[in-house]
């Protein structure tokens, strides 16, 4: 796949960012810590780290839904204090309207936006269509499985046409075999709608075979550890000499964060 002409303007930037929590028990959690990152225009910038490292905390702050204790987020310059249109969201607990069908969940975010309904049932519809889930437009979402539900709430992300994609872990309830054809998709409408994706996942493979960037988090509290900037062109092949090497060595440098080692 081809690119293009690369756009080089950052888009978003995270300057020293660090987040404390408290504990009922009064115990202080450094979540995030000083964590500096500059993500380019369609840009495709993976996270990888331990469980429990942060990941989902900067996402969170990333998507203005929670403060950064110091440092800051900036869309375009502009620090992120609340949700903001032009950030879209697909997350771990990511719930749909359990009261709309399918199909009027995707077209939410458009009838929000004032789009007329025609037009927004047909972007609705080809967004069910992308993720494969056409046949059940008019179903619930509590008749549909967790990964049924995660492919809807990903056409919905897509449908309301946002700048950036922050994505965390959206695949991680998906059949194998689903997960690779999403992988496909979601590059396919990043290369063809120059989106800039900013997606969190604990399989390393997914985050060689997707990103143009792989960040490595360290274990609590997350400071970034190394980014990995991945030359391969795409589609990408796993049969690769350089996929395995790069996947083996994020593994171990995850592998000795997890056993609590220095390098
Ligand atoms: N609202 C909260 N109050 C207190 N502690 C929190 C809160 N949210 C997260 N934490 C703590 O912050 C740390 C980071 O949590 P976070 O969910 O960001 O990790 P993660 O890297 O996304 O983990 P995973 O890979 O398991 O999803 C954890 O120790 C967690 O217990
Ligand atoms: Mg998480």
């Known amino acids: 796949m081809s690119r293009g002409s690369i756009d080089m303007t950052v888009i978003l930037s995270a300057n020293q960012v660090c987040k404390i929590f408290w504990t009922n028990n009064g115990d202080r959690i450094r979540a995030v810590d000083t964590v500096c990152l500059s993500v380019?225009?369609?840009?495709?910038?993976?996270?990888?780290?331990?469980?429990?490292?942060?990941?989902?905390t900067f996402l969170r702050i990333t998507a203005g839904l929670e403060p950064a204790s110091s440092g800051d987020v900036r869309f375009r310059g502009l620090e992120i204090k609340k949700p903001l249109p032009q950030i879209g969201l697909?997350?771990?607990?990511?719930?749909?309207?359990?009261w709309l069908p399918v199909i009027d969940n995707v077209a939410s975010g458009p009838e929000f936006a004032g789009m007329k309904k025609a037009k927004r049932l047909d972007l609705a519809r080809h967004y069910l269509d992308v993720v494969g889930m056409t046949e059940f437009a008019a179903a619930f979402p509590h008749e549909l499985s967790?990964?049924?539900?995660?492919?809807?709430?990903?056409?919905?992300?897509?449908?309301?046409?946002?700048?950036?994609?922050?994505?965390?872990e959206p695949f991680g309830s998906l059949d194998a075999h689903t997960r690779i054809l999403m992988q496909?998709?979601?590059?396919?409408?990043?290369?063809?709608?120059?989106?800039?994706?900013?997606?969190?996942?604990?399989?390393?493979?997914?985050?060689?075979?997707?990103?143009?960037?792989?960040?490595?988090?360290?274990?609590?509290?997350?400071?970034?550890?190394?980014?990995?900037k991945i030359d391969m062109g795409r589609p990408r092949s796993r049969a690769n000499p350089s996929y395995g090497e790069l996947t083996d060595r994020i593994l171990q440098q995850l592998e000795q964060e997890v056993m609590g080692l220095k390098n």
């Open 40 to 56: 380019m225009e369609n840009d495709f910038v993976c996270i990888v780290g331990p469980s429990g490292c942060g990941k989902s």
């Open 90 to 98: 697909v997350f771990q607990e990511y719930s749909l309207f359990p």
């Open 146 to 168: 967790g990964g049924m539900r995660q492919r809807v709430a990903i056409a919905r992300a897509f449908a309301n046409d946002p700048e950036i994609l922050l994505m965390d």
């Open 184 to 228: 496909k998709e979601l590059l396919r409408i990043w290369e063809t709608h120059r989106k800039t994706i900013l997606f969190v996942t604990h399989s390393v493979d997914e985050a060689v075979y997707l990103a143009d960037r792989v960040v490595v988090m360290s274990a609590r509290p997350g400071k970034i550890k190394e980014i990995h």
